[in-house]
């Protein structure tokens, strides 16, 4: 099975002064500005980063629930955040760490499946897979 979802962007102009615009096919996100000044300056709109950082939380979340639902476990919550780190160097701009963090609420969930179901979540959630990057995971259980 093979699902495919589909994200645009559009720009104009030069790195500084250009301007973009990004869009999902769900229309979730529709023309939300993004630019240098939205990335390395702090204006409003959005930029890459919290973008790869929303779907990474997202994903995470999603099989953490999944494999906890495998453990016979029921979360009442799941709050994951992702942060991305933007470094640059002499060969440029990479991204070589992510680093997650979740808290969950789950009812009779012992601290040790816990952490073995966020291990495994961290492990093989399908945007975890995508990076080449460091990925590091703080999970606690409320």
């Known amino acids: 099975m093979t699902i495919k979802k589909q994200g645009s962007a559009q720009w104009q102009g030069s790195l500084k002064r250009g ?49 906890l639902g495998e453990e016979g476990l029921e979360p009442e919550a799941i709050d994951t955040r992702a942060t991305v780190s933007l470094v640059q160097d002499d060969e440029g701009f990479s991204i070589p760490a992510i680093h997650l963090e979740t808290r969950a609420r789950i009812p009779g969930a012992d601290a040790d499946v816990f952490q073995r179901c966020a291990d495994k979540a961290k492990a093989g959630c399908p945007v975890s897979k995508l990076f080449n990057a460091e990925i590091t995971l703080e999970a606690r259980l409320d």
């Open 19 to 67: 301007k973009g615009q990004v869009s999902t096919e769900s229309g979730a996100l529709e023309a939300n500005p993004y630019g240098f000044n939205t990335r390395f300056e702090g204006q409003a709109g959005t930029n890459p980063e919290e973008l790869i950082g929303a779907a990474h939380a997202s994903c995470f979340s999603m099989a953490l629930s999944m494999i």
